[in-house]
């Protein structure tokens, strides 16, 4: 499985670097993490992001290694491995640049969903007819559309393409077994965490009034007086800071959302709140778990 992200390596200066590694799904879960365990398959040089499809020349060598082991490499020892990538893990805009996925009116890759004009806004409401538009996108014409990108002549053509295709070249397709479609997750972080959470407990509750500067205050006390095992990530205890969760960082929703909001808030919601809390939270704890069973998935998304 590989990851490609960016990271600040200062603190006191925008400077962003990327990294793009691999991490080996035949180990057990508890070791194959492990700094001694993982592929770095590339470090990506600042000041900025590499740009849309210019990750594909940091790409180019990495292809070739990986199409080598896809056939099969002896070691000294007489043993023949091979390897393939089975899954890439990234956040929705490495996502995007990694796999060759580009546009700010699709959420996601895996259907033909686009978002919805309000004014000069895009959303991504109307999932009541989910049944109606949710159509698996096809992985060869994926490849088709991406081939077609590589023919364009100009930088005009290329992005009336893209706006056409929803698609660009990427060196993933290079790999004959790797599906661009499939075995590219799903990002929970951005969608759950740093947008519907957000949502719900700033502008639903918070800006409405339903959960004033006191109730802030109260929910900061409590927090603090939990008891919570060491190993769950940050501790969301700036809760009454500014208007409310300022500078809260994904995995402090997360920890917040699964494990605080429902002791800290219960008592001063009300019930149609209370619901909204009990179905977000049952939801978040089934699509975020290790292993996501098929009728999990089905309670998640009712």
């Not at 996925?101 to 919805?116: E, F, M, P, Q």
């Not at 109307?126 to 109606?132: G, V």
């Not at 008891?227 to 009454?240: H, T």
């Amino acid at each position: 499985m590989i990851n490609l992200d960016w990271f600040q390596p200062f603190n006191s200066s925008a400077y962003s670097s990327g990294v793009i590694y691999g991490v080996i799904c035949n180990l057990p879960r508890d070791i194959r993490f492990k700094r001694e365990n993982m592929l770095y398959l590339g470090l990506f040089p600042g000041l900025e992001e590499v740009k849309l499809h210019k990750i594909n020349h940091f790409l180019s060598p990495i292809v070739d290694k990986l199409l080598e082991f896809w056939d099969g490499i002896d070691l000294p020892s007489g043993k023949r491995i091979q390897m393939a990538v089975i899954c890439c893990s990234n956040d929705i805009p490495a996502a995007r640049k990694l796999c060759g996925h580009i546009s700010a009116l699709v959420g996601c890759h895996r259907c033909y969903k686009t978002a919805n004009s309000s004014g000069r806004r895009f959303n991504f409401g109307e999932f009541d007819d989910m049944d109606d538009w949710y159509i698996s996108r096809d992985p060869n014409e994926h490849r088709r559309n991406a081939e077609l990108w590589r023919q364009c002549r100009t930088q005009e053509e290329r992005k009336k393409h893209v706006s056409d295709t929803h698609v660009q070249w990427s060196e993933m397709l290079r790999l004959p077994y790797f599906n661009l479609i499939r075995h590219l997750i799903v990002d929970p972080m951005h969608c759950l965490f740093l947008e519907i959470a957000h949502w719900i407990v700033k502008k639903l509750w918070i800006d409405s009034g339903k959960i004033t500067k006191k109730d802030l205050e109260l929910m900061e006390r409590r927090a603090k007086a939990l008891k919570v095992p060491a190993d769950i990530g940050r501790i969301p205890y700036k809760i009454a800071t500014g208007e409310g969760f300022s500078g809260f960082m994904a995995d402090q929703w997360k920890s917040f959302i699964l494990i605080y909001a429902t002791p800290l808030m219960w008592d001063l919601l009300d019930t149609s709140d209370r619901e909204i809390l009990a179905n977000f939270v049952r939801a978040c704890s089934l699509l975020v778990c290790q292993i996501i069973a098929t009728n999990a998935l089905r309670e998640a998304h009712s």
